[in-house]
């Protein structure tokens, strides 16, 4: 039988033959921050090492020493696999080698890899590989656009908005390649504004909303490039989106906006969404969304009607000049009333006078004047004034020039002749009032 002495000296000589391997242990073995005995010196003088270089920026030097703290001590910090991936973005950048850019991508996604592992934020860091492989390896899109679209089934509402901006991206280049079909492309938009709906909603400051809205607008934009975005595959999803929330103003205004601007407005949809929105909130938009409504079914007075309570409301002068020319424009189409017309765009002067275009209203409605003069040469200076008046167009609003030389060209042809203003005793380059209700003072040209 052994002695208790004999017990005590068995488990020291244990204990010293395993000193050693405790004293000399990394942290990637043994799950610590440093490792253990020389391998923690080891860990914490190579780090000393690489951020002495980092800080220098000379990273060629600061690379070796990372690599061992990256390999013996993962857990050491965050900032090691920051500091880690910035310096391959660089080394890519400056790399001539396509095979040795493509290593170096690798690494990149390496790197975040290994930060999941003994960081977690997996969501947020299968995002950041996404984005990273999108922008450093273009024909690998669709591996990209998978980590994308992955990172957002892991973080639903709590994806960071920059996610949607380049998962879009990613999928509107896909969908141009024939990668991906129209029905996921929006079911790509479908997500992505959902979410942001959400989170402009929930937004703790007016900063982090707006932030969200540039986001929305810049995936709207990018849906709207793809050609994806039609009536029919629009009002499917919209009318979902109506359906759950039908008296939720947001959603009503989201809904009128993108209807409009996909020119849908003829919908069903268009029109309970937008009388919905003008019952919850009788505002200039909402009145101008139903004036939209009454426009595509042809009711005229009640469109007049409700663009003039849009006009009330509004505090916008460029919105409200919008408007005006949008009314004298249906006068115009409609035969209505060319004076009235001439009202209107007179009207969107006052808010806007360095726009051209209601002096291209003004001018056409001179133009089309019916049973204007008392004789063939009366009628005829309707045209001196109309062309006046596209003159001032191109004048003040260069974007119009085309326009309004075109239309010059058109209406000097019916200018009256010399031999019909002899008779009127009215001379070349005199001052020339056009009468009825155009009352315009001009000079008179053959």
Request: aromatic letters at 12%; proline letters at 3%.
């Amino acid at each position: 039988m052994k002695t208790k002495a004999t017990k005590i000296l068995l488990v020291f000589s244990i204990t010293l033959l395993s000193l050693p391997a405790l004293m000399a242990q990394k942290g990637v073995e043994d799950g610590s921050k440093y490792g253990h005995g020389e391998d923690s010196i080891r860990a914490l003088q190579n780090l000393s090492m690489y951020k002495q270089f980092y800080r220098q920026k000379s990273y060629n030097d600061a690379i070796k020493p990372w690599r061992v703290v990256f390999n013996e001590a993962p857990r050491i910090s965050k900032n090691m696999y920051i500091h880690g991936v910035n310096m391959y973005k660089i080394f890519f950048k400056n790399s001539k080698s396509v095979e040795e850019r493509e290593k170096y991508v690798d690494t990149i996604l390496m790197i975040y890899d290994q930060r999941m592992e003994y960081f977690n934020s997996k969501g947020y860091l299968t995002a950041r590989k996404g984005v990273d492989l999108a922008n450093l390896s273009p024909k690998r899109t669709k591996e990209a656009y998978d980590l994308l679209h992955k990172s957002v089934e892991m973080m639903d509402k709590q994806t960071p908005g920059f996610v949607f901006n380049e998962m879009m991206q990613t999928a509107l280049k896909l969908y141009n390649d024939n990668q991906i079909s129209e029905d996921e492309m929006v079911n790509n938009f479908a997500l992505a504004s959902k979410i942001l709906d959400y989170q402009m909603k929930h937004s703790s400051s007016t900063e982090k909303r707006e932030r969200y809205e540039i986001i929305m607008n810049n995936v709207e934009l990018i849906f709207t490039k793809s050609g994806a975005a039609t009536c029919e595959s629009l009002i499917p999803l919209l009318t979902k989106r109506f359906k759950e929330n039908p008296e939720e103003l947001e959603n009503l205004k989201k809904i009128v906006d993108l209807l409009r601007n996909f020119d849908c407005e003829e919908s069903d949809l268009f029109e309970k969404s937008a009388e919905n929105l003008y019952e919850l909130e009788p505002s200039a938009n909402s009145a101008y969304s139903l004036a939209r409504v009454f426009i595509k079914k042809k009711n005229w007075d009640k469109a007049i009607s409700y663009y003039q309570e849009a006009i009330k409301r509004e505090t916008d002068n460029i919105t409200i000049a919008r408007y005006y020319k949008e009314l004298a424009e249906i006068l115009l189409a409609t035969d209505g009333s060319p004076a009235k017309a001439v009202e209107y765009a007179r009207a969107a002067l006052k808010q806007n006078p360095n726009d051209g275009e209601p002096y291209i209203i003004i001018g056409r409605a001179y133009a089309n004047a019916d049973g204007f003069g008392k004789n063939k040469f009366e009628e005829k200076t309707k045209y001196w004034a109309a062309v006046d008046m596209f003159y001032k167009a191109k004048a003040v609003d260069a974007s119009v020039a085309d326009k309004a030389n075109k239309m010059i060209e058109t209406y000097s042809q019916y200018f009256p002749d010399k031999e019909e203003a002899f008779f009127y005793n009215v001379t070349e380059g005199a001052n020339y009032t056009v009468g009825g209700w155009i009352n315009h003072t001009t000079k008179v040209r053959f």
